[in-house]
C-alpha cells in the first residue's frame, strides 16, 4: 500500500490530462498534499496530436513528463499507475495491482476515448487518434501505405494503398483528412519514383450533414470548400456501415481503401462505473453543478469524463479549455472549503473554436468574431504555440511548421514500430 502523508488534508488527483494538471497547478499554495497518478509518464497536448500522426511534429514537441513538470512542488507525489477501480466508502483509490491510496478529497480527471458506436471489432482496421501510441502507429500506417504503393504492380491494389479514408468531419477529421492532402500533394510527390501521389484519393466520411458541425453554418462550408479544392472528397450524410481490413462501407457503397481512421465517436472514460454514478449515452458522469458527484461530496470528476450544462443549458463542450476551467473551479472550491467558505456553482466561459484545414488555412469562432482563411491560420498557429509548455517545444514546433510552410518538409516521417516486414 502506498503512504501517501496523513496530515495535511490529501487530494488525490486521477489523471494528469488538461483538467488534472491544471487542479494541480491551481492547488499551488493551498495547505493540502497532493497525490497525481497517471497511467502515463506524460502530460500530451492533445490538439496538436494529428501533427505527429501525419509526420508534422516529433513525440517529444506535444508531451512532457509529468514528473518534470512538477518538479519543484515538493507537495505533489506523482505516481505512475493504473486505477482500477474507487472504494468510495473507504475513501481509497484502487490501483490495477491491487495497491490503494487513501484521499481526503478525489478529483477524477480520466477524459476520454474514442468510441465505435457499438462496433468495437472495427478498431484494429480504423483506429483513432488519442494517445502517443496511437498517433505513431497511424504515422506509421500512412508512410507504409506510400512505401508499398511504390513496389505494388496491381493498379486496384496500389489505388487502394492510395486511398486514405477519415471517418468523422469534426475538428481531427477535417484537420487529418487537409494535413493528408498536403503531405500526399506537395511533402511526398519529389520523393516517389514509381506511384504519382497526386493521385491519393483522400476520402472524408460523416453521417451528418456538414463538416465541423459545432461551428456556425458559413465556416463549415468554408472548411468543406477549402478540403475540396485540397482534393479531399467529402461525403456527407453517409454512415459507415462496415469497416475492415480493405474498406469500408458508406452510404451503400463499398471503397477499398487500405488506411481508414476513425475520427468519429467519444466514450467516457470508467468514472462513472467506478461510482455506479449517473451517466448519459457517451458515459458521462452527470455531476452536481459544482462538480461533486451525486451522492459523494468529496469527490469531485472535471473534463471530457463529465457531462455539465453550460450557459444557455447547452452541455460543456468536451475541449481542453473546459477541462482546465473546470481544474482552476475545483481547486479554488478545494481551497475554500479548507477555509470553511463555500462558491457558487462552476460557470463556463466559451473562450471560441478553431480548426485548421490544410496547412494554410483554418477557422475561428469567437461567437462575436469569425475569421477564416489565412488570417485564421496565423491566429490558430500562435494560440496552439502559447499553449504548448516551455520556451523550447515553443521554438521547436514554430520551427518545424515554418519549414513545413516554406519547404512543404516533414521532419518527422520515420516509419518506427516495425520494418517493411510488419504486415500493416
Ligand atoms: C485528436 C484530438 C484532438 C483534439 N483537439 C482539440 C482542440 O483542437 N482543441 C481543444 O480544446 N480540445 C481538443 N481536443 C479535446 C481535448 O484534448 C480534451 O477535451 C481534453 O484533453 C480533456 O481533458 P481531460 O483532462 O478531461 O482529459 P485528458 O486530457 O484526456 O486526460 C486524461 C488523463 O487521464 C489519464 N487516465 C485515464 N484513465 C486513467 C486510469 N484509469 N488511471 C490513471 N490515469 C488515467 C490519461 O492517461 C490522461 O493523461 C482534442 C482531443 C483529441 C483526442
Known sequence: MTTPPKDPHHVVIVGAGFGGLEATFALAGAPVAITLIDRRNHHLFQPLLYQVATASLATSEIAWPIRYLLRDRRE???LFANVNSIDAEGSRVVLDDGDSVPYDTLILATGARHDYFGHDEWEPFAPGLKTLEDATTLRRRILVAFERAERETDAARRAALLTFVIVGAGPTGVEMAGTIADLARDTLAPDFRNIDTHKT????IEAGSRVLAGFPDELSTYAQRSLEKLGVEVMLGAPVTECDADGVVYGGN???????????????????????APADRA?????NPDLTVPGHPDIFAIGDTVTIAGPEGKPVPGIAPAAKQEGRYVASLIKARLEGRTLPP?????????????????VIDFGWLKLRGAIAWWIWGIAHIYFLIGIRNRLSVA????????RDQRAARLITQGSSKVAR
Open 76 to 78: 505533489v507525489t506523482t
Open 201 to 204: 484519393r483522400v476520402v472524408l
Open 254 to 276: 463499398r471503397l477499398e481503401a487500405r488506411t481508414i481512421i476513425w475520427a468519429a465517436g467519444v466514450r467516457a472514460s470508467r468514472a462513472a462505473e467506478w461510482l455506479n
Open 283 to 287: 458515459y458521462r458522469l452527470q455531476v
Open 346 to 362: 462552476f460557470r463556463y466561459k466559451d473562450q471560441g473554436s478553431l480548426a485548421q484545414i490544410g496547412k494554410r488555412l483554418a
Open 399 to 406: 520551427l518545424s511548421w515554418l519549414w513545413i510552410h516554406a
